[in-house]
């Protein structure tokens, strides 16, 4: 029977959904690591998991273990990725700690395939979890300014009602009383909407990229390390990555490949050495696109949220400073 989840884990779960991706896979990782450690004492592989079954989703992986032998592990683990991440905030789909599991499903399913050890495996597996989480924080660090701005200026048109406000006009009197208030608020509304939506897009497309970069050329070393050829070992990690649902680039473990091939060294070192080029890589281009995002919001705060401003704000103030000036006449 699967051990009830301890204050711990039951905390880990909130800082899983409320913290950064970055803490999750750093999270993960450490799992990871405990079981590699595990596996390399003997412990059999279901009764590893359930060992862990304390930490996040492992004590419903244990159980799958159980129930469907070694093969149920990597089927749990993938299932357990393809999960909706975040789906109280409208985010649908997996996000970077969904890719971990599912990565780490992939890596299961080719050290299996390929008669590699599990143990090495998972602790290389670990290590390029913790690359992922330095590339998570980089882009989240990059992110940070960009996102902030964001936020702010899509309240301008809020604060120009309380300025108004401080200054003993009756904006919002005018707003909700006058034929001119009206179009202020739907021609206001109209932007606001339309600059959230701007802004909301340039944000998702700077936060996109690889989600794991490497993994492939990091699989097919692990393959390898199983004593198969390389084409087989090309097939299992491409079929590995298709049975969990990752994308199957294997444009640069080919490259990489034919250079072994070719000059006679270890293929294995290039292809890890090109896994962690292409982490870092990930990393400098979140920062070029926080760069380029920074530049970019400039377009929504120009056409779409400073004349929202002068709508629901300044226009409406102006209307009241010219109606009280009028009456006194």
């Known amino acids: 029977m699967t051990a009830r989840p301890s204050e711990e884990a ?9 913290s950064a991706g970055d803490v999750a896979l750093a999270e993960v990782a450490a799992l990871v690591h405990r079981l590699a450690v595990l596996l390399a004492a003997g412990v059999a592989p279901a009764a590893a998991w359930r ?19 070694p093969g149920g592990i990597a089927v749990a683990l993938a299932a357990v990725g393809r999960r909706p991440a975040g789906t109280r905030r409208g985010r649908a789909g997996p996000g970077p700690l969904g890719a971990a599991w599912t990565g780490l499903a992939a890596a299961w399913t080719v050290s299996v395939a390929a008669g590699a050890p599990l143990a090495p495996t998972l602790r290389g597996y670990a290590e390029l979890l913790r690359g992922f989480a330095a590339a998570e924080r980089g882009a989240r660090v990059a992110l940070a300014g960009p996102r902030a701005t964001a936020r702010l200026v899509l309240v301008l048109p809020v604060v120009a009602l309380a300025f108004g406000a401080l200054l003993g006009q009756d904006v919002l009197g005018v707003l909700v009383g ?60 491409s ?3 298709e049975r969990c649902g990752l994308p199957v680039d294997a444009a640069g473990s080919t490259t990489i490949l034919e ?22 890589t990930a990393i400098a281009e979140a ?7 920074s530049v970019a919001l400039l377009l929504p705060l120009g056409i779409c949220v400073l004349p929202a401003f002068v709508a629901v704000g300044v226009v409406p103030m102006m209307a009241g400073i010219v109606g009280t000036t009028l009456a006194a006449v």
């Open 259 to 280: 250079l072994a091939a070719a000059s006679g060294a270890p293929a294995a070192e290039l292809l890890r050495a090109e896994a962690e080029e292409r982490r870092r």
């Open 51 to 69: 060992h862990l079954a304390r930490a996040p989703d492992a004590g419903a992986i244990a159980d799958a273990a159980a129930r469907a032998g």
């Open 287 to 293: 920062a070029e696109r926080a760069e380029r995002l």
């Open 239 to 241: 079929v590995a990555l």
């Open 10 to 18: 039951r905390g880990l779960r909130g800082r899983r959904r409320s």
């Open 178 to 237: 006058t034929p001119l208030g009206w179009a202020c608020v739907a021609i206001g509304g109209a932007l606001m909407l339309a600059g959230r939506a701007w802004t909301g897009r340039l944000l998702r497309a700077a936060a996109g990229g690889d989600r794991l970069p490497g993994l492939v050329e990091e699989l097919t070393a692990v393959a390898m390390g199983g004593g198969v050829s390389v084409p087989r070992a090309v097939e299992i990690v």
